[in-house]
């Protein structure tokens, strides 16, 4: 007993006197975050800046997008159906997470749900054997690094519960319990308001759904026009707004009936961290039409600049055909779609440059350097000026060769909560672009053509708090 309580002592002494020789070289610490924070969960789904969306159902064999709920299950029947293609397909555009539709609004679900009949259960599919879930979450284990989410229509013109607020919301939480219990990890849950007009009126049980969904899967994001954990951008253009924060007020959104303009926009003032997905397809619908090609390049990097470049996750719609396949010319796009981004972003020319800055937290000797913009960590090294420099700071990238360009990227370190409210980028002292919030990522491409110089100064004009850099990229867009 003694022994050991002496033993303890000397531990006890040696930690002291170590604490009081080394006390000067101690490191500065980071600032005190400011809140909201995200979660680990929302952390997570935002460095995945890409996330596949695919639409299949019923309405892939009739040639609509709003199904009438009165289809006959024996249309589907997708003979050729892969979800192994469906995954590598995703995999090679560098995507990491796919959501399915599992029942769309036409109330055909493709996994065979015990409680209603109309599903992949009464198709000729696979003799009624199949089911699209299963082979997608397999396929996405086989491969590795794919994740899955899962898509449950709110409204559902097929059963005849809906409209009755106790059987329906039943219905609706037995099947969550069915497709959260059974097929392992889902990463993201998307519920939507979409509803006819002319529809029966009838509440969903938010607050029931949410406790059930959270309770079944603990590291998954909830998505509705008012979250809880990820919030619609607010049209389906794949565009967020020029200004978007990642914090709102939750308790001022509303799921059937949300404010557009606060969903795009954010709220600087917001209480909660909900940050903004951009849902936009590849083609015109969102099912698969034989008549639809996918959009141009062009337009696709258009809309990832204005959804991951302003702060976003951008939710791409990649449509199965009838035979169960991504058509090759969607397959092409999509390749052609990655390999843009990696040429465009695979090369910094700010890393060969010296970066000098405004100030430096805790001096040139901490670890809050202008180093850490361009290392490969995008979220826990960070420039940091000095306390006093919640305005006007600034970075500079200064060049000993002239630079061509047409791209700036800047990254918060968000980690530590969103701060910037207003930046302006120079090139050898003549202003190129300017902004209000950045985020997790901002993006901005020059519209007047490339820009020349040697001298790229980036200042941060307003911040909640001190502004954390945790990256800055010049890049050359030859697209
Ligand atoms: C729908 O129901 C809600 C709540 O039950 C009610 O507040 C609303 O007025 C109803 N709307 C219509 C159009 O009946
Ligand atoms: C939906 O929002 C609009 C405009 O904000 C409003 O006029 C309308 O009354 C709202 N409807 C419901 C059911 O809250
Ligand atoms: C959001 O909530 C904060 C804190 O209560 C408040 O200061 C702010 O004005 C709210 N935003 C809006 C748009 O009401
Ligand atoms: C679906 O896409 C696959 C792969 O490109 C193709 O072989 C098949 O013919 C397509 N099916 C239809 C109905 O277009």
Redesign the pocket.
């Known amino acids: 007993m003694s022994k050991l309580c002496c033993f303890l002592c000397t531990i006890t002494f040696l930690h002291l006197s170590k604490f009081v020789i080394s006390e000067r070289e101690l490191l500065p610490t980071p600032p005190l975050p400011i809140l909201p924070l995200p979660s680990f969960s929302q952390l997570k789904w935002q460095q995945r800046e890409l996330i596949m969306f695919l639409h299949f159902g019923v309405n892939t064999f009739t040639d609509s997008e709003w199904g009438t709920g009165y289809e006959n299950p024996a249309i589907f029947n997708p003979v050729g159906l892969d979800a192994n293609q469906w995954v590598d397909t995703t995999a090679e555009a560098g995507i990491s997470l796919m959501i399915l539709t599992a029942k769309h609004h036409d109330g055909f679900c493709l996994w065979p749900s015990k409680y209603t009949h109309h599903s992949v259960a009464r198709s000729p599919w696979k003799n009624g054997h199949g089911d699209v879930v299963e082979e997608l979450v397999n396929a996405a284990k086989n491969h590795g690094g794919i994740d899955v989410g899962l898509y449950l229509s709110p409204w559902d013109r097929h059963d005849r519960r809906y409209g009755h607020d106790l059987p329906y919301n039943e219905y609706y939480v037995a099947q969550l319990q069915e497709l959260l219990n059974k097929y392992g990890d889902v990463r993201e849950i998307w519920f939507d308001g979409a509803k006819g007009s002319n529809v029966p009126n009838m509440s969903y049980y938010f607050s029931d759904w949410f406790a059930m969904v959270k309770e079944l899967q603990n590291s998954i994001n909830i998505f509705s026009d008012a979250g809880p954990d990820i919030r619609w951008v607010g049209n389906e253009n794949g565009f967020a707004g020029n200004t978007c924060w990642s914090t709102i007020?939750r308790t001022?959104l509303s799921i059937v009936n949300a404010s557009i303009d606060y969903l795009n926009a954010g709220?600087p003032?917001?209480?909660d961290w909900l940050p903004a997905e951009c849902d936009a397809s590849i083609r015109k619908g969102w099912f698969w039409h034989k008549s639809q090609s996918p959009k141009k390049l062009s337009k696709l990097l258009d809309i990832y600049y204005n959804s991951v470049g302003r702060n976003c996750v951008l939710l791409l719609n990649v449509p199965p055909n009838s035979t169960g396949l991504i058509s090759e010319s969607d397959v092409q796009r999509l390749k052609e779609f990655g390999t843009a981004i990696d040429t465009i972003f695979g090369t910094n020319l700010a890393e060969k440059c010296f970066i000098k800055v405004s100030s430096q937290r805790g001096g040139k000797d901490g670890v809050f350097g202008p180093e850490n913009v361009i290392d490969s960590d995008h979220l826990w090294t960070y420039w940091v000026p000095r306390d006093k420099e919640k305005e006007d700071s600034w970075i500079e990238i200064r060049c000993n060769k002239e630079l061509r360009f047409n791209v700036i990227r800047i990254q918060e370190a968000i980690g530590l909560g969103q701060r910037i409210k207003r930046h302006e980028v120079y090139v050898d002292g003549k202003k190129v672009a300017e902004g209000t919030t950045v985020g997790y990522k901002r993006l901005h491409k020059l519209e007047k053509k490339v820009v020349y110089g040697q001298i790229v100064r980036i200042k941060f004009l307003e911040s909640r708090g001190v502004p954390l850099i945790s990256s800055i990229g010049l890049h050359y867009d030859p697209f």
């Open positions: 007020n001022s709220d003032k917001g209480t």
